[in-house]
């Protein structure tokens, strides 16, 4: 899928490059996560406090940020080599020229929306300028003081106070490329539409869709169709039913995959109108349905050569909702809820466990938090003897509402002829992996 050019896909490959998942960006930048998934579908523009603060976070200007100028090829990650006290900031020493002109229409809506910025803005800027006076005078007795850190604060405060009127100016230019359609909105066929996924099968790899929207124009006789492109072509449609200008479709059965983009068509009098809907991307797939869960123990210890003793404690593990729980817009998803959590123990590629231990007291963590964390319990502790060529695996058991059973690896252990193997696990067999399956042990 080709990487979006605009604000908010900017915002999205940024906070995908420092590691923050789409809550921790909000907890830093004090929105909700619903905020910043709204920002990276460009279904809402971020203010320009949280534009700045931002591009500090991801290590980019400005300008780079609003698309208004190409990123710089050497610059630092986010949090490191930032500038030393008293150099020039980039953004504070040349700003760039907007890659794009505005046409007449869209000149005349951006300085509608700069006028309405500003007067919101007058108060704080006539503060800013009484600042940037008083900074001048404390400047000048700095120098005359000798005052180091003095002149370090007033560098650090002149660079903010330009990269801030930096930022104004580039905020307006960067919203030309939302002004075509803010302008066109006339011309979308309806006023909302809601979309939710609220069902969906694992084993036929299968969604069900419901999809609402609220016509414009209608009358009785206008007819609604939904279309639904997959990301290798392929297309379904199903027609709409009406009610006072609603149309809807209940339970659209559709193949999983990793971009579904719907639109919709209205019909009256033999004229036809198409328009789309959304995309739903990497938020269809069967991984973004199952549950998110992770662990080890943290504390296993071996003696004996034949047979050799394992002593396994301090388990720990987190099972959270799956990737699409969190998401909001444009749709909202069904998710699975655990009802089942068992540590089992598999002896020598077993199908049957040989030990299970019910965890079933963790589960009404999920009830108050949507997650399941466990560290260091009493209880957690087990032992086993290893006979030469014996594999041990050990694994999370966890079933949900809707009838799947998923197992997570934990750690697998051998003994190679009274040698103590720990078996390298990746992390896509960890999540994988089924009971009757072998795992190679890992050299010492």
Not at 31 to 39: C, D, E, L, P, T
Not at 59 to 64: F, M, P, R, S, W
Not at 239 to 252: H, K, P, R, Y
Not at 323 to 351: E, H, K, M, Q, V
């Amino acid at each position: 899928m080709e990487k979006r050019d605009t604000l908010g896909g900017r915002i999205q490959a940024g906070r995908k490059a420092a590691g923050l998942s789409q809550e921790a960006l909000g907890e830093r930048l004090g929105v909700s996560r619903q905020a910043v998934s709204k920002w990276e579908a460009d279904a809402a523009v971020p203010e320009l406090e949280n534009l700045i603060a931002m591009s500090r976070i991801f290590g980019v200007t400005i300008g780079a940020l609003l698309g208004v100028e190409p990123p710089a090829g050497g610059s630092a990650a986010p949090g490191e080599n930032g500038p030393e006290d008293g150099a020039p900031d980039a953004a504070a020493e040349a700003v760039p020229t907007p890659t794009h002109e505005l046409t007449d229409r869209e000149l005349a809506a951006a300085e509608a929306i700069a006028e309405k910025y500003l007067a919101v803005q007058s108060r704080r800027s006539r503060r800013w300028k009484i600042a940037a006076g008083a900074a001048g005078i404390v400047l000048v007795l700095g120098v005359l003081l000798g005052g180091v850190l003095l002149w370090s604060q007033l560098q650090s405060t002149q660079r903010e106070l330009e990269a801030t009127q930096y930022a104004v100016e580039q905020k307006i230019q960067s919203a030309a490329g939302k002004f075509s359609d803010i302008l066109d909105e006339k011309d979308t066929i309806f006023h909302d539409f809601v979309i939710q996924v609220t069902d969906y099968d694992l084993s036929e790899e299968t969604l069900k869709l419901q999809i609402s929207a609220q016509a414009k124009t209608w009358d009785e006789g206008t007819t609604g169709a939904f279309t639904a492109v997959l990301s290798d072509g392929r297309q379904f449609r199903a027609e709409a039913l009406q009610q006072a200008g609603t149309f809807s479709v209940q339970d659209w059965e559709l193949p999983m995959d990793g971009e579904i983009s719907l639109s919709a068509s209205l019909t009256t009098a033999g004229t036809s109108v198409s328009r789309p809907l959304a995309a739903l991307s990497n938020s269809c797939r069967p991984q973004d349905f199952r549950l998110d869960v992770s662990g080890s123990w943290g504390d296993v210890s071996h003696s004996g050569l034949d047979p050799l003793y394992v002593d396994l404690k301090e388990l720990r593990f987190t099972i959270q909702g799956s990737p699409n729980s969190w998401i909001d817009w444009p749709a909202t998803f069904a998710a699975p809820t655990p009802t089942g959590l068992d540590l089992c123990f598999y002896r020598n590629g077993s199908a049957v466990p040989e030990l299970v231990l019910p965890l079933s007291d963790t589960l009404s963590q999920w009830q108050e938090t949507h997650q399941v964390e466990r560290r260091n319990h009493a209880a957690d502790r087990a032992a086993f003897d290893l006979s030469p060529g014996d594999t041990l695996v050990s694994a999370l058991r966890v079933r949900d509402d809707h009838g799947d059973t998923l197992w997570y690896v934990l750690d697998a252990f051998r003994n190679q002829n009274g040698i103590f193997y720990d078996c390298a696990v990746s992390a896509e067999a960890r999540s994988t992996w089924q009971p009757g399956q072998s795992i190679a042990p890992q050299e010492p």
